[in-house]
């Protein structure tokens, strides 16, 4: 898998994995995406990544990462590039978070180093229940939730 910088037609173009299908991929929300630090990856011409953090407000960012159901041999690679993300985003802002509404998503948030900190009743892009991780910064350093 090669990662890119993000552009706008790949969010169009990306076939995310059926526990994502409901997420918003419309010509507005791609370029939106465009305007944050964000990341492709693709096997040959196809996109089967985006990834990225998107700024809330001036202390908070969320990360969020779209894949497709058949990049089971990427995962090392895009373990890599988040955490790269995350210890640039850990620079500018004081919290990272971010949403599971699916086990897998639940293992791969946790792998990274976000912590599960409740249940958000209808929050997913769907209205489902979803998952609030986060990483937080104190102190110039970086804490999870359980080393508060």
């Avoid at 995962?75 to 699916?102: H, K, P």
């Avoid at 209808?122 to 102190?139: E, L």
Wanted: with cysteine; hydrophobic share 40%.
């Amino acid at each position: 898998m090669k990662i890119v910088p993000y552009e706008p037609q790949h969010l169009l173009l990306i076939k995310p994995q059926p526990s994502q299908e409901s997420l918003e991929r419309t010509p507005e929300r791609a370029a939106q995406l465009a305007q944050y630090e964000s990341f492709t990856g693709l096997i040959g011409d196809r996109v089967v990544a985006i990834g990225g953090l998107v700024e809330l407000n001036p202390i908070r960012a969320y990360l969020y990462l779209i894949v497709t159901d058949d990049i089971q041999h990427q995962w090392i690679q895009l373990y890599r590039v988040a955490r790269r993300l995350i210890g640039l985003a850990l620079n500018d802002y004081i919290r990272l978070e971010t949403l599971s509404a699916f086990p897998e998503a639940d293992r791969w948030l946790e792998l990274i180093g976000f912590q599960f900190e409740g249940v958000m009743r209808r929050a997913g892009p769907d209205g489902c229940d979803a998952k609030m991780y986060s990483i937080v910064r104190v102190d110039d350093a970086v804490h999870t939730i359980s080393q508060q």
